[in-house]
């Protein structure tokens, strides 16, 4: 599957046609890190590596791509890597931020909370299953399902931000999607409970 997917997203990279700008939730809720070492999984052409970069985090930009990781190599304050996401493990307690945009690998769920420092946030948006979606993926394994983000992610962050809505993919097709802003508890407590 691995080789696959390097091909499929080398010829979507070679032409270019993603998005360039970041989501609206990387540019509001970025700053929100306790630090500035950022993890960019699934960069694609680094529309979210370089934002962030420009915002001075040191960012590990990491895809399955070659094509899309040779277009960030040498750009400051970017370190990027082509990885498989199906076998790659992520390093616990080293990032203050993790981006993860239109890219769903469940195995990485715990991983990305692990990889966080404490208070770390991890900003998550993806496509959602439903019936009335426009396009579907040749793969339903691609989609969430209802309520899985916060099943996945409440037990250890605070969900600072999570909503199920309808909106446009890149190519303009009607779809549900799915957005989350969490903050990686402090030894199962939040900021919140510590000072009530």
Not at 8 to 21: A, L, Q, V
Not at 33 to 60: M, T, Y
Not at 68 to 85: H, N, Q, Y
Not at 181 to 188: I, L, T
């Amino acid at each position: 599957m691995a080789q696959e997917d390097r091909i499929r997203w080398d010829e979507k990279h070679s032409k270019d046609e993603m998005p360039h700008t970041p989501i609206t939730l990387v540019t509001e809720y970025a700053s929100l890190a306790p630090g500035k070492r950022a993890l960019d999984i699934a960069c694609g052409n680094g529309r979210h590596s370089l934002w962030l970069a420009e915002q001075g985090f040191k960012v590990d930009a990491l895809d399955i791509s070659p094509v899309a990781i040779e277009k960030l190599k040498g750009k400051p304050g970017i370190v990027a890597k082509e990885v498989d996401f199906d076998t790659y493990n992520l390093p616990a307690n080293t990032y203050d931020l993790v981006v993860k945009a239109y890219f769903l690998q469940r195995r990485l769920f715990a991983q990305m909370i692990d990889a966080l420092t404490p208070g770390g946030i991890i900003i998550l948006e993806t496509f959602l299953h439903h019936p009335d979606n426009e396009r579907e993926p040749s793969n339903p394994a691609f989609r969430l399902n209802e309520g899985e983000l916060e099943a996945a992610f409440d037990d250890r962050c605070e969900l600072l931000h999570i909503r199920e809505y309808w909106d446009k993919d890149y190519m303009g097709y009607k779809t549900m999607k799915a957005a989350m802003v969490a903050r990686k508890k402090h030894g199962g407590m939040t900021d919140t409970d510590f000072w009530s």
